[in-house]
């Protein structure tokens, strides 16, 4: 289920050794893949290394992340990049022919490969086209999965509505869960409409283990102008020099971390949001100070979308602000994309390896759906078996929320809002309890028919599942780390907290 990076590599893996079914819930191409504008990042440059890009993703992940999985991406990374690269990945090239390499914040080296600024859609454009050739593999487009199949605890396949309302069951001897991330679980978000945590929501529902859900990335820089999307505005415009200013023009990163405008996304996004309050006015991006032909030719995607709302890239400053990106946390897999269930794996955003911590180093998200992608793929066709446990895994208790108040209507708008305001940026006991409260009596009401195809329905029900989960693990996280800040435990805690928090499945 999913068809991005992690889903067709998959599929490719598969492809010789029988029939594969790729089921998608929008068009083929749409999905978070494709909105990924900054590139992806993998050691290939002639100054860098795996050792080293594995220190700067171990250096974000704030001392959380799971350094197996870590070495994994960063060592079987080049060679399939280089495999994009032979099946028609359009990558810029230096002057020497060599791949154009960009950096990004956090990065100790320039290692991010891209494609102007628009570099999944390239990327998801070569493995549709590799796809389509493979006579094994089949896609349904427009399709709503509402439920797994399973045999005692093994997955054996799914249940859904094909794009004509009619409801069908499909068995596998495998099944993939690779259908990205959560983000319109909150009010602002740079994600398509699609990304609702459905992979999350189906496998915990049907009793697969989730980890990290607290680790939410919010990206600091989207588009912040009235009426306008909130529109990604790449990191990588900091990486070329692009600078954060306050309303009266002046930059301000420096006074909040040592490494100015490419300090690590929960940083900056943080920042931004008390730079906004401390001054009362907006914030920008500006890239004034550059060559404006460079700017433009460099991020026509970016320039095109802000020349739509009057804004030049090259001259005018950028409105922007934080919003929901990426998801750190999400179905509990180990380095095989093997989930605490029998037949079912996950791979890409929907799933946990650890490998990100408490905070994704930018442009390894595509390089993980890569990897583990194709690793998933290549043991799909073993027998089934679950994910051994590991010890740095616990579950813990939910603090009571019997007191908290309740009583809001929660619809869909209404979760997202929610959960924007209570379980953001900035997090506490109180707004938390609250919002679990709120969120576990709607989540009381159960799920919608399974006979009739109700999208906005199911909808609601998997973005309400994963908020309940998602409040949960912030609310039992008593520190801050990565992307998880609570007001009332502004320090990280590692005597008590260096462990992944589960959720077990339903």
């Known amino acids: 289920m999913g068809g991005g990076i992690a889903g067709l590599r998959a599929a490719i893996a598969l492809a010789p050794s029988g029939r594969v079914l790729i089921l998608t819930k929008a068009a083929a191409a749409e999905g978070n893949t494709g909105y990924a504008q900054g590139g992806i990042a993998a050691a290939v440059g002639p100054d860098d290394s795996p050792a080293l890009h594995a220190a700067d993703t171990i250096r974000a992940g704030d001392g959380l992340c799971d350094e197996g999985a870590v ?17 028609g990945a359009r990558f810029e090239r ?108 189906l496998a915990y529902r049907a009793g697969a283990r989730v980890a990290d859900l607290e680790f ?19 990191e990588a415009l900091r990486g070329e020099g692009a ?11 420096v006074r909040y971390h040592a490494d100015g405008d490419l300090a690590p996304r929960d940083v900056v996004a943080r920042s931004i949001v008390r730079e906004t309050d401390e001054t009362g006015g907006q914030v920008f991006l500006t890239l004034a100070h550059l060559d404006a032909a460079h700017v433009r030719r460099r991020f ?27 998801m750190m946390g999400g179905i509990d897999t180990d380095e095989w994309g093997r989930t605490s269930l ?22 390894n998200s595509l390089l993980e759906g890569l990897v583990f992608g194709a690793r998933s793929g290549s043991v799909m066709t073993e027998t089934p078996r679950a994910a051994e446990p590991r010890p740095d895994r616990v579950s813990r208790p939910v603090p009571d929320v019997s ?50 195809l109700q999208a906005d329905s199911w909808r609601r029900f998997n973005l309400l599942t994963v908020a309940r989960l998602v409040a949960r693990a912030a609310l039992r996280r008593e520190e801050s780390r990565g992307g998880h800040f609570r007001e009332d435990f502004p320090a990280r805690g590692d005597v008590h907290w260096k462990v992944h928090l589960i959720d077990h499945g339903q």
């Not at 070495?71 to 099946?87: F, I, N, S």
């Not at 590799?130 to 094994?136: G, K, T």
């Not at 600078?243 to 990163?253: I, K």
């Not at 029998?342 to 791979?347: D, S």
């Open 94 to 201: 230096a002057a020497d022919g060599s791949l154009a390499l960009g950096l990004e914040a956090a990065h100790s080296r320039r290692r991010v490969l891209h494609v102007g600024d628009a570099t999944g859609r390239e990327i998801a454009r070569a493995l549709w086209q590799h796809v389509v050739r493979l006579p094994s593999v089949q896609t349904i487009a427009h399709s709503l999965v509402t439920e797994l199949v399973t045999e005692g605890t093994r997955v054996t396949g799914v249940r859904f509505f094909d794009d004509e309302g009619i409801r069908r069951t499909v068995r596998a001897s495998a099944t993939l869960l690779a259908t990205g991330g959560a983000g319109q679980v909150f009010r602002e978000t740079t994600n398509p409409a699609v990304a609702t945590g459905d992979g999350i929501a």
């Open 403 to 452: 007191a908290a108040p309740t009583g809001r209507t929660l619809d869909t708008d209404g979760i997202r809002d929610l959960m924007w305001r209570s379980a953001g940026l900035f997090r506490s006991r109180e707004r938390l309890q609250s919002a679990v409260a709120d969120l576990e009596r709607a989540c009381a009401t159960g799920a919608p028919e399974h006979d009739a």
């Open 300 to 326: 026509p995607t970016i320039a095109a979308m802000c020349a739509q709302i009057g804004i030049d890239i090259a001259t005018d400053p950028i409105p922007v602000g934080p919003a929901a990106h990426y």
């Open 342 to 363: 029998p037949g079912l794996y996950a791979a890409g955003e929907t799933a946990c390896t650890g490998v990100h911590g408490a905070n994704r180093l930018a442009s």
């Open 243 to 253: 600078r954060l200013v306050n309303a009266a023009g002046e930059p301000f990163m």
């Open 71 to 87: 070495r994994v991406l960063v060592e079987e990374g080049p060679r399939y990049v280089y495999e994009l690269v032979d099946w």
């Open 216 to 234: 939410v990335q919010f990206h600091p820089t989207a588009l912040s102008k009235a009426g306008a999307p909130r529109f990604l505005i790449s």
